[in-house]
């Protein structure tokens, strides 16, 4: 059985840091390409990082650039995205997915993606 779980989200004031993790089992982790993805309230899906099967390359959102980290630890079968001076605007729900082989690596629809989590809260307020 497939399993996408996130976690690590919370409650954090503008300028703080999170990070969220990824446990996957039942299927074949190191052989996909991961994303996180996130919905704001009221929002459509929002794509924000990207990592290939070896840990490179790496892609994000111009919104996150240069404050979210993406890495995976294949041997654990675990992702992460380390994010650091939140803003308001990062609030959202969280998720993890792997995309179908051949789809876009920015892809912000869930048709595109083999695995699915149910997703992680990250709310940003002071």
């Known amino acids: 059985q497939v399993q996408l779980v996130e976690s690590g989200g919370g409650l954090v004031e503008p300028g703080g840091s999170l990070r969220l993790s990824c446990a996957t089992s039942?299927?074949?982790?190191?052989?996909?390409?991961l994303n996180w993805v996130r919905q704001a309230p009221g929002k459509e899906l929002e794509w924000v990082s990207f990592?290939?099967?070896?840990?490179?390359?790496?892609y994000y959102a111009d919104s996150v650039k240069g404050r979210f980290t993406i890495s995976r630890d294949n041997a654990e079968k675990m992702l992460y995205l380390q994010m650091t001076n939140l803003h308001s605007e990062d609030t959202a729900l969280y998720y993890c997915?792997?995309?179908?082989?051949?789809?876009?690596?920015?892809?912000?629809?869930?048709?595109?993606?083999?695995?699915w989590g149910r997703g992680t809260q990250v709310t940003v307020s002071s």
């Open positions: 039942g299927f074949t982790f190191g052989n996909y390409f």
């Open positions: 997915g792997a995309l179908r082989p051949g789809k876009f690596y920015n892809s912000n629809s869930r048709a595109d993606y083999a695995f």
């Open positions: 990592i290939g099967g070896g840990g490179s390359p790496t």
